[in-house]
């Protein structure tokens, strides 16, 4: 048996002894000349049941609502919002699953609202502590998010480190300047103008790598921007055998992503399939509609090279998960490696 489930039975029986022992209360304060006597004819038994289900109905509702604003309004992204969802939802459901059901019940047996007092500050004092101890258990669980949520974030910083030094470290690599000073200067010799451009883009590409650590998302249409200069480096290197096409609507390119995710799929697209110009690398970025991109390429893998670890790619999907963002995956599908990105709007 799970912790969870062990649990939800302790706090299932706890709850139940406390509306009894509130019952027990309400009785005992209870004037002599007042009876139990419902007119509906219901078994006192089939009353005191129904009187333990909707008082864990309530407590087991409000945990439910808790858990699930959790994972849809985190306390660490969304404090105010949270709260006040959360304060209205108990309070919600504390009329659905106690005042509603008691009302209904007095109607049903043509019950008078005028009863002593003792007894009906007992049972609103009841239902006043168990809304304190649901919000002691919600207290609880924020300090508990809070604290989480904090080394998810500490996690997520070095996560995204590593994947700026991994970006860094593949630029500034040997074999990665030696093409790209080859290529310059090539270039110089024959055609300046080009070699000219190049430095600028090469320029371009290192900013970005550099800057890119003081942001934790970036608009799209910088990743772009970019990812043209990064493009064009190695165009210039491998001329047609590299074929790239964008096809993007202006509103989504305000939509956001980590900082360099395109420059992994793009690097990894071109380090691990052959690029001449009798096999054409096809590289392609489209968006679905629905708020996510998909960057493919032809398969026409290195003969020899060791396969693929996915570092990158696995380091990308942490990277989504710590943002709380569902979607990005990847795999092969009819001769295309294709990549799924979820955009972020905020």
Not at 25 to 50: D, H, R
Not at 173 to 188: D, G, K
């Amino acid at each position: 048996m799970s912790k969870n489930i062990k649990r939800g039975i302790v706090r299932i029986v706890l709850v139940s002894i406390y509306a009894i022992c509130v019952m027990k209360l309400v009785t005992y304060v209870m004037p002599s000349n007042i009876k139990f006597e419902p007119k509906s004819g219901i078994p006192k038994e089939f009353f005191a049941l129904l009187y333990l289900f909707f008082f864990n109905m309530n407590v087991e509702g409000s945990l439910f609502f808790d858990r699930y604003l959790n994972k849809k309004l985190p306390w660490f992204y969304f404090p105010k919002k949270r709260l006040l969802t959360q304060v209205s939802l108990i309070f919600s459901w504390a009329i659905v699953s106690i005042i509603i059901p008691f009302t209904a019940w007095y109607y049903v047996n043509d019950e008078s609202f005028i009863y002593p007092r003792a007894p009906v500050i007992i049972f609103v004092g009841s239902i006043i502590f168990l809304l304190v101890f649901i919000g002691i258990s919600v207290t609880i669980n924020f300090f508990k998010q809070s604290q989480k949520s904090l080394l998810e974030a500490e996690y997520y910083k070095q996560e995204k480190l590593k994947a700026e030094y991994r970006v860094l470290q593949n630029q500034v690599n040997p074999h990665f300047l030696f093409n790209s000073l080859n290529v310059l200067i090539a270039e110089i010799k024959h055609n300046p103008k080009t070699a000219v451009e190049f430095t600028r883009k090469l320029s371009k590409v290192y900013r970005y790598v550099l800057q890119s650590k003081n942001y934790d998302l970036i608009s799209l249409k910088e990743e772009l921007a970019f990812i043209d200069s990064f493009i064009f480096l190695h165009k210039v290197r491998l001329g047609e055998a590299l074929n790239y096409e964008v096809t993007i609507s202006d509103g989504t390119k305000y939509l956001k992503m980590p900082p360099l995710t395109l420059q992994i799929l793009i690097e990894n697209a071109i380090k691990h399939n052959v690029a001449n110009e009798e096999n054409i690398l096809h590289i392609r970025i489209n968006e679905t509609g629905e708020n996510t991109l998909i960057i493919s390429n032809n398969i026409q893998p290195i003969h020899g090279e060791v396969e693929s670890t996915y570092t990158g790619l696995i380091n990308l999907s942490k990277r989504f998960e710590l943002l709380k963002k569902k979607g990005f995956n990847f795999g092969e599908n009819n001769g295309k490696f294709k990549v799924t990105i979820p955009l972020i709007d905020q």
